[in-house]
T-cell receptor
Framework: EDQVTQSPEALRLQEGESSSLNCSYTVSGLRGLFWYRQDPGKGPEFLFTLYSAGEEKEKERLKATLTKKESFLHITAPKPEDSATYLCAVQGGSEKLVFGKGTKLTVNP | ETGVTQTPRHLVMGMTNKKSLKCEQHLGHNAMYWYKQSAKKPLELMFVYNFKEQTENNSVPSRFSPECPNSSHLFLHLHTLQPEDSALYLC????????????FGSGTRLTVV
């Protein structure tokens, strides 16, 4: 059974304080690992797809990396508008997306 | 707008009511999904439709009844719900081929009183 564990559950940062979110996974035949951002009361918004170990993708202050067991979402010099819940999901042989519980990020000014 | 539109955004219903949630996508995707999101829990997949045919029903109680009249529209019919069914209900769509992930709507916040 595919599983995703995200840590920490919640993270508070000061503006400009860089950090990383972790997504550990077990999956049968990884087809893709996905990062989403979700704002309160809204649906998840797609950020990145990673397909193989060693792959990295960047978007503004966010950088996602992938190994065979985990993915990291690095946030460099975050701003208050980066506050959101970040969701990780994997797609394996079943082709269904399996999600983690998310990390709630709060960036204080 | 993400290309997936859900209505209504908010719904309050009594346990004896019947209501429907609507989802519409204009992305040309072939697969559509219903997810339930409760506090402190991962997104729970409820139903999957590929080319209008239901391919998955994850042991969802019969008080939830999906309908997919065409590849662009998806409904979730609700009746005799329980307070624990209160949650954010999310619709998503995806291409059938390839590893493109899902595009989500903004969700319907359902409160059962």
């Amino acid at each position: 059974e595919d599983q995703v564990t995200q840590s920490p559950e919640a993270l508070r940062l000061q503006e400009g304080e860089s950090s990383s979110l972790n997504c550990s996974y077990t999956v049968s035949g990884l087809r893709g690992l996905f990062w989403y951002r979700q704002d309160p009361g809204k649906g998840p918004e797609f950020l990145f797809t990673l397909y193989s170990a060693g792959e990295e993708k960047e978007k503004e202050r966010l950088k996602a990396t992938l190994t065979k067991k985990e993915s990291f979402l690095h946030i460099t010099a975050p701003k208050p508008e980066d506050s959101a819940t970040y969701l990780c999901a994997v797609q394996g042989g079943s082709e269904k997306l399996v999600f983690g519980k998310g990390t709630k990020l709060t960036v204080n000014p | 707008e993400t290309g997936v539109t859900q209505t209504p955004r908010h719904l309050v219903m009594g346990m004896t009511n019947k209501k429907s949630l609507k989802c519409e996508q204009h992305l040309g995707h072939n697969a559509m999904y219903w997810y339930k999101q409760s506090a402190k829990k991962p997104l729970e997949l409820m139903f999957v439709y590929n080319f209008k045919e239901q391919t998955e029903n994850n042991s969802v109680p019969s008080r939830f009844s999906p309908e997919c009249p065409n590849s662009s529209h998806l409904f979730l019919h609700l009746h005799t719900l329980q307070p624990e069914d209160s949650a954010l209900y999310l619709c998503a769509s995806s291409p059938l081929e390839g590893n493109y992930g899902y595009t989500f709507g903004s969700g319907t916040r359902l409160t059962v009183v």
